[in-house]
């Protein structure tokens, strides 16, 4: 269940990009924060279906691109030609590495990895706003 601060939030932002307020909007916003899991717009589609969601495909997908403008959600590009979506509220800052066998995609955190890629910024004379840190691994036999 959403708080009432982050559907605060949520509506505040769909005002200001002109967006009407929607249950199945919000019930997109809710499925992807309720989950931990990286998955594809039809995923999310069939998810909310399966919940007796009247919701559409098009609208899951328009809302999907709205969430990750206004930082709701994050968009993975594992280079598979499919995107899929992870929820930043309550999700920490971590990073992912992409098994190129399996497209299994396994979070991480390195605080040590953090620490370097700042020093080199700074060093350089810059301040690391936003990174997306992906590995593509393949599992040792």
Same mark, same amino acid.
């Given at each position: 269940m959403l708080n009432n601060e982050l559907v605060n939030k949520f509506k505040s932002a769909l005002k200001n990009e002109n967006m009407k307020f929607t249950t199945q909007r919000l019930s997109i916003l809710e499925e992807i924060v309720e989950s931990k899991e990286h998955r594809e717009? &039809? =995923?999310?589609?069939?998810?909310? /279906?399966?919940?007796? =969601?009247? !919701?559409?495909?098009?609208? !899951?997908?328009?809302?999907?691109?709205?969430?990750? &403008?206004?930082?709701?959600?994050? /968009?993975?590009?594992?280079?598979?030609? /499919?995107?899929?979506?992870?929820? /930043?509220?309550?999700?920490p800052h971590h990073d992912h590495m992409i098994c190129v066998d399996t497209g299994e995609i396994i979070e991480f955190v390195s605080p040590q990895i953090e620490q370097i890629q700042d020093e080199i910024a700074q060093k350089k004379g810059y301040k690391i706003i936003k990174h997306v840190h992906q590995l593509f691994v393949k599992k040792i036999r």
């Open positions: 717009c &039809e =995923e999310i589609y069939l998810s909310l /279906k399966n919940q007796g =969601e009247n !919701v559409s495909r098009a609208t !899951v997908y328009r809302t999907m691109d709205f969430l990750v &403008e206004n930082d709701f959600a994050r /968009k993975i590009d594992i280079g598979d030609g /499919k995107s899929r979506y992870e929820t /930043k509220i309550n999700h």
